[in-house]
């Protein structure tokens, strides 16, 4: 008896193996997919003109019972004066909770929160977005409150008193998160005193008032000045009827756009370090950008995919992170401001003493991006990536139609998605090496460090210090909003 | 085992297929489940449209399954998960393989001599690590950077991440709705066989992670808290775990950890979007089929027990300056739980009790938030308070503020109003969670974990059951001080 078992289980044994080695797993370039056609939605299909020249993309999707309305208004933080900094901040905290001529913010809030639903308001650099989310069966009270907190704000002097006790507690702490204060003063280096780097000060909020705010909402908060997004659960005629009824009595205004200089200091090259007593040390470098509306936009993002843009695929993260790990997070990053060009940094957090050694595996990555061609393993990486997962730009209803409204309102090319993968598939080898060439500029360097600087300047074995081997060092200082002074 | 792979080939036809639809209101949440005969859940929610699909793969596995030693160590291995198979990461298996070992030998012999010793010899260490780095470059040649995550890319895969929490690991990405089969090869791959190399730079890459987090304010203090309040239970330390366990945690205690807690009955996959379920079913079987079934897992066993004590805390350093009070409160799923839940929707959000009270009408807060947290095994009520400094109060002062409010809340209970706010709210959050697949993918694969999707829907059932006396109730069994954990934190030395 006992005998047959072994015998059984032996046999059984063998099968097994046998099962085993038919049941393994392919190599996953072996899987063979069938083919996958997208054609990505054309705005067109969505946009209407309503009253007042107000103009929406509205797309129905009924799944679920929920509408979500987007107003994107072009105004933001850059047409605010040096002296009245801190305009934007105020008004995306108070346009809602202010209230408005026939209701008090505390009304509005209560009224939204008991229906479920949400209304968010928020200012940005040019683009202000008003958005609300409600149950289909509350439409129409929905959009009676965010037309009313639209059209007629009243910035009530008690949700200012508040409002403004609340932006200068996080005053307090501006200078505390050392990512925050990078971001911030990266930014100053490269534009130099400018609009788009502005910062409010104790001193300048608390001398903005209800009539700024009033005249600042009617400079700009009108229906040819504005796109409307929305999707969701309703009909697209109904809903233009309804919108229609409070676009039809909101007047236009005539505005133009103060004059903004394009002109940015050439910061001197160089470490700028701010002293942190941390055990890290954050770090950007970099220099100015590009725009987004630049020709040579889609080389440029297949280049900075390679070189530290794809995560892990890419040659910072690959080098710094994984093969040394030095850090958690690092890579390189073009970012894109609406008419201005944006800034191109690499970046790390790393340790005190590897501080040195991290920023010269980056700026080696920056040469051989510029000296080399990229693989062609590389290339495919790349070009696959924006390819094989461009349909995710309309996972979402709602957001496709702000990204549609957003092109509209920045005035880009409606063609953009539908032009966009042959954009990508025209990037050659040569192309990402002539412009690695042209927007990585290795002499223009401004290395920023916050951090502690004993540890960080003496550095260690691979890259002892001191930082001064990668360029003079400029002990930045950094404003206290509090007080307005500059402090290390 | 061998043997295992018996035991789950032969229960390999049976097989369960089961569609659940639960209808609440206007809600409905329709999710097709399937088991495969090794125990591993695989859960679906069609979507047509935009033909992407998002694919998440959840372990039930978290840090509160590490003990003191290996505090970090789901994370640490949640990062080791994507360093390559024997198909991934390398060219010549066999030939890294033999490196490898040869690394794993010196450094256990650099770690004895580091961690075991008091007085280790610092010249040995230096000259097995010389060993160690040379081996290293070495196996460089055989090691495919980041393929896993590369092959993702180039197919399209993007939300490409993976994390862990107290009680879940999550992997995640989403794909061209042609292309999931990838997802289910690598996926059962890296189940089956993860192959842990570059271990000790990852550990290094870990540290850093913590040590952002260190600087990031208020992270010190915070972590003092946790372990304050979670006493006795694993949830006391955090996800990232002692920064002395992460120097220590040898590549055995990470073998161990991913061969008890990474098999198919301990895992839940599930796909959101534009797919056809059969055609689900079908790759699962024939991929995640054929991963043998593991070990049953005992869930944790320490609770927190009775506090039997007033707590505490007081901490200073950079940051928002503000007043914490901690009670416990019961896990999931406990009668109790839908009340406190309710409770805390009353009290939070900008026209809440909290924010009416302290923001608005005393005008000594900044901001004011409560939050209920009940977790799988240990629950926590919190209350955090930020103090209007402009105005001279302190983080203590308001101490007697909440307690008004909580007081109140036992004497009076709250009001029709609010009660059907705060069930309301719920309810359209709900349902606006169900927008987004990435986000229900997640909701849904984590709740499976623990009570089964379907708890989703019943706790919603739960709450818009709850009334006044129930809060009263709860309110008066909780809130007692000797529960009660408040922790001070006020603006100090700039760390």
């Known amino acids: ?488 | 085992m061998l043997l295992r792979k018996v035991v789950a080939f032969g229960l390999g036809c049976i097989l369960l297929l089961a569609l659940g639809n639960l209808v609440a209101a206007q809600i409905k949440l329709e999710v097709k489940e399937h088991v495969l005969a090794n125990g591993m859940k695989i859960l679906m929610i069609p979507k047509p449209g935009v033909p992407r699909v998002v694919c998440h793969i959840y372990y039930k596995v978290g840090s509160i399954n590490e003990r003191p030693g290996i505090t970090g160590i789901a994370h640490l291995l949640e990062h080791m998960m994507f360093k390559g198979t024997r198909m991934m990461g390398v060219t010549d298996f066999e030939a890294d393989e033999a490196l490898d070992r040869q690394i794993d030998e010196l450094m256990e012999k650099i770690y004895r001599e580091k961690f075991w010793k008091k007085d280790g010899d610092q010249k040995k260490v230096a000259e097995w690590q010389k060993q160690v780095d040379e081996l290293m470059k070495a196996e460089k040649k055989y090691i495919v950077k980041d393929h896993l995550w590369e092959t993702y890319m180039k197919n399209g895969g993007t939300g490409l991440n993976a994390s862990t929490s107290d009680e879940v690991t999550g992997y995640y990405v989403t794909l061209p709705a042609n292309k999931v089969e990838l997802q289910m090869v690598l996926e059962a791959d890296r189940m089956m066989n993860a192959y842990f190399r570059e271990f000790y730079s990852e550990k290094d890459v870990v540290m850093e992670e913590r040590r952002l987090s260190e600087n990031s304010p208020g992270f010190l203090f915070n972590e003092q808290v946790r372990a304050a309040f979670y006493v006795g239970s694993p949830y006391h330390w955090q996800v990232i775990g002692w920064m002395d366990d992460l120097r220590r945690i040898t590549k055995k205690d990470l073998i161990e950890f991913y061969r008890k807690y990474y098999v198919p009955n301990n895992a839940v996959a599930i796909y959101v979007g534009d797919f056809k379920p059969e055609e689900i079913i079908k790759l699962a079987e024939k991929y995640f089929g054929q991963i043998p079934k593991g070990e049953d897992i005992e869930p944790i066993r320490t609770s927190v027990p009775p506090q039997y004590s007033h707590k505490r805390m007081y901490g200073e350093g950079p940051g928002v300056p503000n007043l914490q009070m901690w009670f416990h409160i019961p896990p999931e799923g406990h009668p109790d739980v839908p009340a406190l839940n309710i409770l805390s929707g009353i009290l939070s959000g900008e026209t809440g009790r909290l924010t009416r009270v302290l923001v608005q009408e005393k005008d000594v807060a900044i901001r004011a938030m409560a939050m209920a947290r009940p977790q799988w095994y240990v629950g926590a009520f919190t209350f955090n308070v930020v103090p209007k400094l402009q105005k001279g109060i302190k983080p203590e002062d308001l101490e007697k503020d909440v307690w008004e409010e909580i007081e109140k809340i036992k004497k009076d209970g709250v009001t029709p109003e609010e009660l059907q706010k705060a069930k309301n709210r719920a309810e359209a959050s709900f349902i606006r969670g169900l927008e987004s697949s990435m986000f229900l993918a997640m909701r849904v694969g984590r709740a499976e974990l623990h009570r089964g999707w379907r708890s989703l829907l019943t706790d919603l059932e739960d709450l818009k059951k709850v009334t006044s006396d129930d809060v009263k109730r709860v309110a008066a069994r909780y809130f007692v001080k000797d529960n009660c954990l408040v922790a001070v934190y006020s603006r100090g030395q700039v760390r």
């Open chain 1, 1 to 488: 008896m006992r005998r047959t078992d072994t015998v059984i289980l032996a046999l059984m044994l063998l099968l097994l193996v046998c099962n085993l080695s038919f049941a393994q797993l392919p190599r996953p370039e072996e899987l063979k997919f069938p083919p996958l056609k997208f054609e990505p939605p054309n705005p067109a299909n969505f946009r209407v003109v309503l009253a007042n020249g107000l103009r929406a993309y509205l797309r129905e999707e009924r799944a679920l019972p929920i509408v979500n309305i987007t107003a994107i208004i072009h105004t933001g933080g850059l047409y605010v004066p040096k002296e009245k900094a801190g305009l934007d901040l105020l008004l995306s905290d108070c346009l809602i909770k202010g209230g408005t001529k026939t209701r008090t913010g505390q009304v509005i809030e209560e009224r939204i929160d008991f229906l479920g639903g949400t209304l968010n308001f928020s200012v940005g650099e040019r683009t202000a977005t008003l958005s609300m989310s409600v149950l289909s069966k509350d439409l129409d009270e929905g959009l009676e409150l965010f037309f009313d907190v639209l059209m007629n704000p009243e910035f009530r002097e008690d949700s200012l008193k508040l409002a403004k006790g609340r932006l200068i507690e996080q005053m307090r702490t501006a200078n505390d998160n050392p990512s925050q204060v990078l971001a911030r003063e990266f930014q100053k280096v490269i534009y130099g005193e400018h609009p788009l780097t502005f910062q409010a000060t104790k001193a300048t909020v608390e001398n903005l008032t209800q009539a700024d705010l009033k005249a600042f909402h009617s400079r700009y908060f009108f229906p040819k000045n504005i796109i409307l997004a929305a999707a969701g659960d309703f009909s697209r005629s109904q809903l233009q009827n309804k919108i229609n009824k409070y676009a039809s009595k909101w007047a236009n205004k005539s505005l133009s756009f103060p004059n903004i200089s394009r002109d940015f200091p050439q910061p001197e090259p160089g470490v700028y370090f701010i002293q942190k007593k941390i055990n890290q040390g954050y770090v950007s470098v970099g220099h100015i950008g590009i725009e987004d509306t630049n020709p040579d936009y889609f080389a440029v993002q297949v280049m900075n995919f390679i070189l530290g843009g794809g995560s892990f695929t890419s040659r910072i993260t690959s080098k710094v992170r994984s093969d040394e790990g030095l850090a958690y997070n690092t890579g390189s990053r073009f970012t894109y401001r609406w008419g201005f060009p944006g800034t191109f940094a690499g970046y790390v957090q790393t340790k005190s003493e590897t501080v040195g050694y991290a920023i010269s595996l980056i700026l080696k990555e920056f040469e051989r991006i510029r000296q080399e061609p990229v693989s062609d393993a590389e290339m495919e990486t790349a070009i696959n990536y924006y390819l094989e997962s461009f349909a995710d730009f309309f996972q979402s209803p709602i957001g496709t139609m702000v990204n549609f409204a957003s092109l509209e309102l920045q005035g880009k090319p409606m063609n953009y998605y539908a032009t966009y993968r042959d954009k990508i598939k025209a990037v050659t080898k040569e192309k990402v090496m002539e412009v690695a060439k042209k927007y990585i500029q290795p002499d223009k360097m401004v290395i920023m460090i916050v951090g502690d600087f004993e540890p960080c300047n003496k550095g260690s074995d691979k890259f002892p210090g001191p930082l001064d081997r990668l360029g003079k060092i400029h002990r930045w200082k950094v404003m206290d909003p509090l007080t307005g002074q500059m402090v290390e």
